[in-house]
């Protein structure tokens, strides 16, 4: 069965920064784009970052463009998401994902993490 193990997270103050992991297991990690989504309380899960199959190419929302970068790294089947520069607004749970194109919208991804919670204090 796939699964997407995510680690890191936690609290830290405005300007800080934090870094994210998810592990995935039961599939080709190769063969899937991965993304990561946030969502903060009485909003709608929203993009943040993806890469593509080869991990060559990313993709950023612009609200965390310049401060936020998604990589991988294949042979742990792993992706991170290193958060620069955080923001009280970057408070939310963050979600990893992992889809079949390096696509914006969540309905286009296939699998996910089981979520981690990012605060950033003012």
Known sequence: QVQLVQSGGGLVQAGGSL???CVASGLTFFSYAMGWFRQAPGKERE???SI???G???YYADSVK???TISSYNANNTVYLHMNSLKPEDTAVYYCAAGAFAD???K???YWGQGTQVTVSS
């Open 104 to 106: 914006t919208l969540p």
């Open 52 to 54: 593509t199959r080869s």
């Open 108 to 110: 286009d991804y296939k």
């Open 56 to 58: 060559i190419r990313t």
């Open 19 to 21: 870094r994210l992991s």
């Open 66 to 68: 310049g401060r936020f």
């Open 47 to 49: 993009f943040v970052a």
